[in-house]
């Protein structure tokens, strides 16, 4: 095995293992959505865009 494929090997379980504990978060509910959503308007607190007119 060359050194490109062990990084490589290496690489791959490592995003592999983040998955998998990302995937661990969302299911058990421990993810909560991030401030500042595109929903809210892009601004903590979830104020939204406020227009004048």
Same mark, same amino acid.
């Given at each position: 095995? @060359?050194? #490109?494929? $062990?990084?490589?090997? #290496?690489?791959? $379980?490592?995003?592999? *293992?983040?998955? =998998?504990? $990302?995937? *661990? /978060? /969302?299911?058990?509910?421990? =993810? ?5 959503? $595109?929903? @809210? ?9 406020? /227009? #004048?007119?």
């Amino acid at each position: 095995m @060359t050194a #490109v494929d $062990r990084r490589r090997q #290496v690489f791959l $379980r490592g995003l592999d *293992i983040e998955h =998998t504990f $990302r995937m *661990i /978060k /969302k299911s058990l509910g421990l =993810t909560h959505p991030s401030r500042g959503t $595109r929903e @809210t308007g892009g601004e903590p607190g979830g104020r939204g865009c406020t /227009k #004048v007119g």
